[in-house]
């Protein structure tokens, strides 16, 4: 990943108009020798706003093409009346009439085909007469695709990576190999017979009237009519220079008010070098901010190319992560699950690896699209909850409504206490009063508001929620509503009105600070086996492999219960890691290994989170890396096999491969916390701690060699030794610093770079 900003700049600026653009390799690449035949498989390509899939269907060359926001956002009509309310949910559940539940909420979502994400176009170009493909490369650096054929011909392909347009450029082919513009199959025929939402519903059921494409010189254009005034426009324009074929693409919606034949003509008026050069300016950039290096050639594989991914689908002025961002599905039905928004853990773990990994920018715009959202959702709270303040539906549309399901998880009462939590660690990671200030505890406290009036104090002074869940616990069962606080929502209303105590206090407001205390205090306990280990409920053990941790998560993410607060906790932690250990992995998916490694190097267990993580990667992910949730090598890591692609497995993955090699959520900076004991070599690059410290550390045959802290908002660093019973000096701080029980404490001022060097 690394390469002189001289060197970069000398490379751009040798190419000519009709020269290949320049490539730089490195060890994480991905390289095969035939295109996948799948979508899914395909070569990923993205700017968090448009996307693509390179791959081969039939005898073509397929570029599958999509954008964030092409969205059928018609209402579930079912979601309205008199009986949209959670009251009249508890009431049938009290009844024990939930079938009524369950048509109303659940089974419109599972029958119809909207609201839903839906896909872009395909661009193809005829195989016939190239020859044998020879290799397939995805060059992470550039962010850039190549194929080259035996017979000469080479392809190279990019999505711009701040702008709407993707481009090819296609060397030593005749004139009349030219591109098609292959739209969704909206109208014709007839639907197929649905198998559900996973493998996703028949486009044909939208009842779309089929778009056209126009074709012009060395243009097509395709206008596709979706619901209500809804409409996109896919442009493909080209030119040809000798045996040179060059073009770009664009994909436009009504939503974003842009012309998708204007962005492809003024990309191809600057020119395919231009905008190249332009392009690995962002890449080059995002490299820089952080790296790893790892003996486990397998985990640093796999870790970059999820920070790839996240480069390509994660922008602070775009829309956040859907289940399959800007890849929907291209195989003539809905992407799985409508490819939505799933927050009972799908958005959450997406984002983990922004805060450690330095990638705090492109994080925002998941922050910025709740913050814009805030008054749609508190609406939904009003009608649905009947109170004030602010919560989320767990299944939302791109404009955050709500969209059904399994209600349980779907309308959840504790869904934005876990979104808070974002707000929470992004102010934690920069320590940026604006952001304190202006969103982060003004959306704690909405949230707190609602928590507060929604929940009910008992006769013996407790405080507990009508109805609780733990997802996904139970299915849609009428048993999945608990009538004792779970151990999931309990730990994310503690931690809402924690948090919110402790942002009240920094933001000066000490009667909002200590009243949310208060309350923080008026819930119960977590259920506990004798051993310690979490349970989902009271009178409800974990007992049977299930994908979702949801009994842990006070261990993690939320820190409320951690290894640093004393032997009660450890015991927890370990009788609970023990128990997901000792009931197996049969009904596990991917993000459930990487969540795993993030708990197990909360615990230390260096050894247990990379056998987590491996495993993930190895057995869970597909040959471009995707996440596809179940064991794809059928070894028996879980009895799911299928592969519908999400992508929360991947991110959680990188996270988990940070919390290994760095931790600071308890206030005080571990480094390297959680790494086998046989990863004698092992180094970081810029990691982001709490307090908006970036560290990069390195050591060699077992032995910690040189720290250096930058610290951009000054304030007091508080870090276990990295050198316990070795001398060691301290450069670039000329005040006095504490060692005390191994913790340094070393005074900083914004700006100031401190070295701490073994002697």
């Known amino acids: 990943m690394k390469k002189s900003a001289l060197a970069l700049l000398l490379a751009v600026l040798c190419m000519a108009c009709s020269d290949r653009l320049k490539t730089r390799s490195s060890a994480h690449d991905l390289q095969f020798k035939e295109l996948a035949k799948t979508w899914d498989e395909g070569i990923p390509l993205g700017n968090g706003v448009i996307g ?209 034949e204007i962005l492809a003509d003024n990309a191809l008026q600057q020119g395919i070098g231009q905008e190249y050069v332009s392009h690995l300016g962002f890449w080059n950039y995002f490299w820089k901010q952080s790296g790893i290096s790892l003996p486990d050639t397998v985990l640093e594989k796999q870790y970059y190319n999820e920070l790839y991914k996240f480069g390509s689908v994660a922008r602070e002025n775009s829309y956040p992560i859907s289940l399959q961002a800007v890849w929907t599905a291209d195989n003539g039905n809905l992407p799985p699950w409508k490819g939505d928004y799933h927050h009972d853990l799908n958005t959450q773990l997406s984002y983990w690896p922004a805060y450690t990994g330095n990638y705090l920018k492109e994080g925002e715009g998941y922050l910025n699209t709740l913050w814009a959202q805030k008054e749609t959702n508190k609406r939904y709270t009003r009608r649905y909850f009947e109170v004030d303040g602010l919560n989320v539906p767990g299944v939302a549309t791109l404009t955050g409504e709500p969209m059904g399901g399994w209600i349980q998880y779907a309308m959840s009462p504790t869904v934005s206490a876990w979104l808070a939590q974002h707000f929470y660690l992004h102010w934690q990671y920069s320590r940026d009063r604006d952001f304190l200030l202006d969103r982060a505890y003004p959306y704690l406290k909405e949230v707190a508001v609602f928590l507060e009036q929604f929940t009910e104090k008992g006769q013996d002074g407790k405080r507990r929620l009508p109805l609780s869940s733990s997802p996904e616990i139970r299915d849609n069962s009428r048993e999945a509503w608990f009538t004792e606080m779970t151990n999931y929502d309990l730990a994310l209303v503690k931690f809402a009105f924690t948090a919110a105590s402790e942002l009240a206090g920094e933001a000066g407001q000490k009667e909002e600070a200590a009243h949310w205390a208060e309350l923080a205090g008026e819930f119960p306990d977590y259920s506990l086996e004798r051993n310690g280990a979490m349970m989902f409920a009271p009178g409800a053990p974990y007992r ?163 720290v250096t802290i930058r610290s951009e908002k000054g304030g007091i660093l508080k870090m276990y030794s990295p050198f316990i019973r070795e001398s060691f000096k301290v450069s670039g701080n000329s005040k006095e610093f504490k060692n005390e029980g191994n913790i340094l404490e070393i005074p900083t001022e914004a700006g100031e770079v401190i070295h701490l060097v073994r002697e």
């Open 52 to 260: 693509a899939l390179v791959w081969q269907k039939d005898s073509a060359l397929r570029m599958s093409l999509d954008r964030i926001d092409l969205w059928d956002l018609r209402p579930n009509d079912s979601l309205s009346g008199e009986n949209n309310r959670f009251k009249w949910v508890y009431e049938q559940r009290i009844k024990g009439d939930y079938a009524k539940v369950q048509r109303k909420f659940d089974a419109p979502y599972d029958r119809l085909p909207a609201p839903s994400k839906i896909p872009g176009a395909g661009i193809e170009f005829d195989l016939a007469g190239l020859g044998q493909v020879e290799r397939v490369h995805l060059y992470l650096n550039d962010a850039l695709c190549e194929v080259d054929w035996k017979d000469g011909v080479r392809m190279q392909s990019f999505v711009h990576a701040t702008k709407p347009v993707g481009w090819f450029r296609f060397e030593n082919v005749k004139e009349g190999f030219i591109p098609r513009l292959v739209p969704p199959v909206y109208a014709e025929g007839e639907a197929e017979e649905d198998s559900g939402p996973v493998s996703g519903l028949d486009l044909r059921r939208l009842g779309y009237k089929q778009g056209e494409v126009k074709q012009g010189k060395n243009s097509l254009v395709y206008h596709q009519k979706g619901w209500g005034d809804f409409f996109y426009e896919v442009a493909v324009k080209w030119e040809y220079s000798g045996d040179v074929l060059t073009g770009v693409w664009s994909v436009a919606s009504s939503l974003s008010g842009e012309n998708a």
């Open 544 to 706: 049977g492999s299930h994908r979702h941790f949801s009994n842990a998560m006070a261990i993690h993410p939320l820190g409320l219960i951690d290894w640093s607060k004393g032997e009660r906790d450890r015991q927890i932690i370990r009788a609970t890691i023990g128990n997901f250990d000792k009931y197996g992995p049969d009904y596990w998916t991917g993000y459930s290994y990487s969540w795993l490694g993030n708990m197990k190097a909360r615990a230390f267990d260096g050894e247990g989170a990379a056998e987590a993580l491996r495993i993930f990667a190895e057995c869970f992910c597909l040959k471009n890396t995707f996440h596809a949730n179940g064991d794809q090598s059928k070894s028996g890591k879980s009895r799911f096999t299928y592969r519908p692609f999400t992508l929360e497995g991947n991110f959680a993955f990188a996270a988990g491969i940070q919390e290994m090699l760095i931790q600071s959520h308890s206030g005080v900076i571990r480094l390297f916390p959680a790494i086998p004991k046989d990863w004698k070599d092992v180094s970081f690059r810029q990691l982001r701690t709490y307090g908006a410290f970036l560290i990069s550390a390195g050591m060699k045959g077992g032995r910690m060699q040189e």
